[in-house]
């Protein structure tokens, strides 16, 4: 009976290291988690028009945003991830060489260029993506368009030429948030 009580007692105290090893309060402060990104905004300016439009979406939500485009238009696009009321936008700046966006549009043929300034450009000379510039050939190239946005955090590598649909690659990291917005004209 002692070496059971023993046995037991030895995997409690293995268990309950392993847990406060694993606590994220480990994590570095610059970490943004799916839990510390609630929403995903887009600021969709028409460059000739100069009229914006902004679309907001809520992580977990079961609707996507439709962010209107016209063919043949460009359009400067502002990225903001909030926390509730809180800006998490600089956060993602303060650690920019941890961080990266990917634009991925399905069914939608838009070529995007990063005009990040200093701000958000990665000491590797990347830039994030937290402002980009869209020049739509056509928005409706397919029956459901979209644009899936990915927050990346921590990559060993980034790339911002197109792969595939997508603007941006990566290779390891993890993903810090990730929005679906709808495309139409």
Known sequence: MTS???FKYIVFIFLAVI???CSRADEDADV???EDISNIILNVKNDASGISQTY???LNSATNPIIKLT???NYTVTAIFKNGNEDETESI????????LIYDFQGSQ???TREDDESSTRSDGKKVGLITKWNVV???NSVSPSLILTLIHDATSVNESLNGSAFGSVEGGETDAMATFSISN
């Open 71 to 73: 063919d043949g238009a």
């Open 56 to 58: 907001n979406y809520t």
């Open 19 to 21: 847990s406060i090893s």
């Open 4 to 6: 059971i009580k023993n």
């Open 110 to 112: 838009i070529n995007v």
């Open 32 to 34: 943004l988690s799916q």
């Open 93 to 100: 700046k303060a650690a920019k060489d941890e961080h990266f």
């Open 138 to 140: 056509k928005a409706q």
